[in-house]
């Protein structure tokens, strides 16, 4: 109940869940109800899993909300700048020339792009499926090309679903090794778990250790018991190495999945070559410290061995994640507490994404260079060359919560491609390096003005939970939730009505409740589903389908002490523990028959390109003269790729958009600190300043992305003037990583010279 302060001011105490990251924390908050503001964000004491912990970006929960700079109704662009016009105006447009284009020009006239966001917001996601259907483009592109596909691909392959990401289990792990990924900062990445340094302290408190793998010392690495520097894009080759020492030392153990795994034998002849020593000149790991890591990983019953993006986004970030994984299966470490499990999500599935046989990569190709689609995307670094493709041309684009002129390889070509296209809409909050370039911008509301309920990251938590978080204020007149947005496109193209379109994705998801239950036992109808079914806004409705035919589920009854999004919003802590992590292999492996093809086409049809490099870098290591260094990324506490770069606690201190080097590198090259270092591709060169630091590897420098606010036409006036930098991605081409379409971002080869 809401509480008078002394001042008489309606205040009431708020408990919601952050929308920020992954590892979605519980938070406190006070709230002035007659001034609807946010007065004060604090920690959850009593959240079964971050009690009381929070970063700083758990307080962008009301600075995006204040945000003056953020826009409340949809524009268009006009001869004489940005006119705000009605949403009917708006969507009627949109609709007409998207219509027409597809019409005269074909489907594939039409290009979708989707930037991360979108993950964070449960009803756009629903509702995104009904759009991808509605336009039909084989033009689609995401974020996903940019960090993630490999993990995916590699996922697909050995256990038959896009989305069946294993995790660690760090409540139970006694060995945590971490490659590619820096959880102390990021809050996890396809890995929920708050307060990620106090984890890790847990796991020595209970003799356990932390080993760190990257060519920085991280934040992570820093809180770890030991860090291992390794070259960029070499991973593949270290865990390659590893696997031989399992197979050399004979310690294979399949352990419960020994009945369902095929062609260790194949595997065992397929990494022959790439011993520990044969290797360290390439990784910069000596073979002393791998045989020692394998040692210290099978002599512990309960080890995790997790990756993540910095693995994906290389020249073999298929065959880095392929080893990553194999080495779990090889050692039994895979589907064991304290090893990589799976997560159970209370909404009972890992996503929409292709089961089975049926391949989620080449089924289209891109019009230019014919590269093959990955996940139903083709790389976003394409994107420039595709929209001008000479006689197959990109007419018209949607942009949803994405920015892909900063976050996307060769995103300044990305932006003059932009300005050929017939029509452009984005759907975010501002206008931006990207956005700028639009003829309509329709904007939704933010996560104090809408509920939220974690569907996505459940999927991927090291402990299962539940959590709903109600809207906190109720929206500026005129604004629409995202999902909504994309809901009323999608029935427009389509020449449905939005309340219809809305009936056809609930139908299929009583359809799938009903099947569900089925499976359980339960007879369901779809009469005691609608008579029964709650949620203040269809989407709420439709989680609590989930919710309620899931595997916590109360099935409409037939299991009284089950799950319903009514009982989780009941809950003092707007978040519901569900248990540890359990066993669930065999029974959700999607292969035909079940089987785990160590050997499957995808991976080994990259063998022959993986030796071939592995050759040309060796001879390389021989005739090393010194100047080439290789780009690595990185994140800053504060930084969320682009996205709160205008706002202003997150803007304050020393400038982060610096290039990091190692003191060796600095003296050879002549740079100090606090000077300016000019770096060098074939395709472009940046000025920025200088930091120097021992965190670095020799040979390799660190440039953080999202940056590059400069084109002085967004509306973000606070990132343009207090945090503009430069973008990393202008500096690196279109190169990817052949077997999954993934764009090369780390291990870049760059000429740094003192300026």
């Keep these: 109940?809401?509480?008078?302060?002394?001042?008489?001011?309606?205040?009431?105490?708020?408990?919601?869940?952050?929308?920020?990251?992954?590892?979605?924390?519980?938070?406190?908050?006070?709230?002035?109800?007659?001034?609807?503001?946010?007065?004060?964000?604090?920690?959850?004491?009593?959240?079964?899993?971050?009690?009381?912990?929070?970063?700083?970006?758990?307080?962008?929960?009301?600075?995006?909300?204040?945000?003056?700079?953020?826009?409340?109704?949809?524009?268009?662009?006009?001869?004489?700048?940005?006119?705000?016009?009605?949403?009917?105006?708006?969507?009627?447009?949109?609709?007409?020339?998207?219509?027409?284009?597809?019409?005269?020009?074909?489907?594939?006239?039409?290009?979708?792009?989707?930037?991360?966001?979108?993950?964070?917001?449960?009803?756009?996601?629903?509702?995104?499926?009904?759009?991808?259907?509605?336009?039909?483009?084989?033009?689609?592109?995401?974020?996903?090309?940019?960090?993630?596909?490999?993990?995916?691909?590699?996922?697909?392959?050995?256990?038959?679903?896009?989305?069946?990401?294993?995790?660690?289990?760090?409540?139970?792990?006694?060995?945590?090794?971490?490659?590619?990924?820096?959880?102390?900062?990021?809050?996890?990445?396809?890995?929920?778990?708050?307060?990620?340094?106090?984890?890790?302290?847990?796991?020595?408190?209970?003799?356990?250790?932390?080993?760190?793998?990257?060519?920085?010392?991280?934040?992570?690495?820093?809180?770890?018991?030991?860090?291992?520097?390794?070259?960029?894009?070499?991973?593949?080759?270290?865990?390659?190495?590893?696997?031989?020492?399992?197979?050399?030392?004979?310690?294979?153990?399949?352990?419960?999945?020994?009945?369902?795994?095929?062609?260790?034998?194949?595997?065992?002849?397929?990494?022959?070559?790439?011993?520990?020593?044969?290797?360290?000149?390439?990784?910069?790991?000596?073979?002393?410290?791998?045989?020692?890591?394998?040692?210290?990983?099978?002599?512990?019953?309960?080890?995790?061995?997790?990756?993540?993006?910095?693995?994906?986004?290389?020249?073999?970030?298929?065959?880095?994640?392929?080893?990553?994984?194999?080495?779990?299966?090889?050692?039994?470490?895979?589907?064991?507490?304290?090893?990589?499990?799976?997560?159970?999500?209370?909404?009972?599935?890992?996503?929409?994404?292709?089961?089975?046989?049926?391949?989620?990569?080449?089924?289209?190709?891109?019009?230019?260079?014919?590269?093959?689609?990955?996940?139903?995307?083709?790389?976003?670094?394409?994107?420039?060359?595709?929209?001008?493709?000479?006689?197959?041309?990109?007419?018209?684009?949607?942009?949803?919560?994405?920015?892909?002129?900063?976050?996307?390889?060769?995103?300044?070509?990305?932006?003059?491609?932009?300005?050929?296209?017939?029509?452009?809409?984005?759907l975010d909050i501002y206008i931006n390096e990207t956005t700028s370039r639009a003829d309509i911008i329709l904007p939704s509301t933010v996560h104090p003005e809408h509920s939220n309920v974690d569907v996505t990251f459940q999927n991927f938590t090291t402990r299962n939970y539940a959590s709903f978080s109600p809207r906190t204020f109720e929206p500026a007149e005129g604004l629409k939730d995202l999902g909504e947005i994309i809901l009323d496109i999608s029935a427009r193209m389509m020449g449905l009505s939005s309340e219809d379109m809305d009936g056809y994705v609930y139908q299929g998801i009583v359809d799938m409740a009903i099947k569900r239950a089925k499976a359980e036992g339960y007879e369901l109808t779809a009469g005691k589903i609608n008579s029964e079914v709650t949620g203040d806004t269809s989407p709420e409705r439709f989680v609590d389908l989930m919710f309620r035919s899931g595997p916590y589920g109360d099935f409409f009854g037939h299991n009284p002490e089950g799950l319903s999004l009514d009982k989780l919003k009941k809950h003092p802590q707007a978040s519901m523990d569900l248990g540890p992590l359990k066993q669930r292999m065999p029974e959700i492996v999607r292969t035909?028959?079940?089987?785990?093809?160590?050997?499957?086409?995808?991976?080994?049809d990259d063998l022959p390109r993986l030796k071939q490099r592995f050759d040309e870098l060796t001879a390389e290591q021989a005739k090393a003269d010194g100047q080439q260094m290789l780009l690595i990324g990185r994140r800053h506490v504060r930084d969320m790729n682009s996205w709160l770069h205008n706002l202003k606690p997150y803007v304050r201190g020393k400038n982060r958009c610096t290039i990091k080097v190692n003191p060796l590198d600095a003296e050879r090259i002549g740079l100090v600190e606090g000077g300016t270092a000019k770096v060098v591709t074939h395709v472009g060169e940046a000025k920025l300043p200088v930091e120097v630091s021992p965190e670095m590897m020799e040979g390799v420098v660190s440039i953080p992305h999202g940056f590059g606010h400069i084109y002085g036409d967004s509306q973000q006036s606070l990132a343009e003037s207090a945090l503009p930098g430069i973008s990393c991605n202008d500096l690196i081409d279109e190169s990817l990583d052949v077997a999954s379409s993934t764009c090369v971002v780390n291990g870049v080869p760059v000429q740094v010279y003192a300026h």
Aim: glycine share 8%; proline share 5%.
């Design 592 to 604: 035909p028959g079940q089987r785990i093809n160590l050997m499957h086409e995808l991976f080994a």
């Design 1 to 426: 109940m809401p509480n008078l302060d002394t001042q008489n001011k309606n205040i009431e105490t708020l408990r919601r869940i952050c929308p920020t990251c992954e590892a979605c924390c519980g938070l406190v908050m006070e709230v002035d109800r007659d001034e609807q503001k946010i007065i004060s964000i604090k920690g959850d004491p009593d959240d079964h899993r971050s009690k009381g912990y929070v970063c700083a970006k758990s307080q962008a929960f009301n600075y995006i909300y204040e945000d003056g700079e953020r826009l409340r109704h949809p524009v268009k662009k006009t001869a004489d700048g940005w006119e705000a016009i009605s949403w009917d105006e708006a969507l009627d447009t949109i609709s007409e020339k998207f219509i027409y284009i597809r019409d005269k020009f074909g489907k594939d006239a039409l290009s979708l792009y989707v930037g991360n966001p979108l993950g964070h917001d449960f009803a756009a996601g629903i509702y995104l499926q009904s759009l991808m259907a509605s336009i039909g483009t084989e033009r689609f592109f995401s974020a996903g090309t940019v960090d993630q596909h490999p993990q995916q691909l590699v996922c697909w392959g050995l256990i038959g679903h896009e989305w069946l990401f294993p995790v660690p289990d760090l409540e139970r792990t006694e060995l945590m090794i971490c490659m590619g990924a820096n959880p102390v900062v990021s809050q996890g990445s396809i890995l929920g778990q708050p307060n990620m340094k106090n984890t890790m302290r847990s796991i020595r408190k209970r003799g356990g250790k932390c080993v760190v793998i990257d060519p920085r010392r991280t934040e992570t690495a820093d809180a770890a018991d030991q860090h291992i520097f390794i070259k960029p894009g070499t991973d593949a080759y270290f865990l390659m190495a590893f696997a031989q020492v399992l197979f050399d030392e004979d310690k294979i153990d399949l352990a419960h999945l020994a009945d369902y795994v095929d062609n260790v034998d194949a595997l065992r002849e397929a990494v022959r070559q790439f011993t520990p020593e044969s290797t360290a000149a390439v990784t910069g790991v000596s073979a002393a410290v791998t045989r020692k890591l394998v040692a210290d990983y099978t002599a512990t019953p309960r080890a995790s061995l997790y990756g993540r993006i910095g693995l994906c986004t290389q020249e073999f970030g298929l065959a880095s994640h392929w080893m990553l994984m194999v080495i779990s299966i090889l050692n039994g470490k895979l589907d064991q507490e304290g090893g990589m499990m799976f997560a159970t999500a209370p909404t009972g599935g890992s996503g929409p994404g292709v089961n089975g046989d049926i391949k989620p990569y080449g089924r289209w190709h891109s019009k230019v260079r014919g590269v093959p689609e990955t996940c139903g995307e083709l790389p976003a670094s394409l994107m420039a060359e595709e929209i001008t493709a000479p006689g197959n041309e990109v007419r018209g684009l949607l942009t949803i919560c994405g920015n892909p002129v900063l976050s996307v390889p060769r995103g300044d070509k990305i932006r003059e491609a932009m300005d050929t296209l017939d029509f452009m809409v984005c």
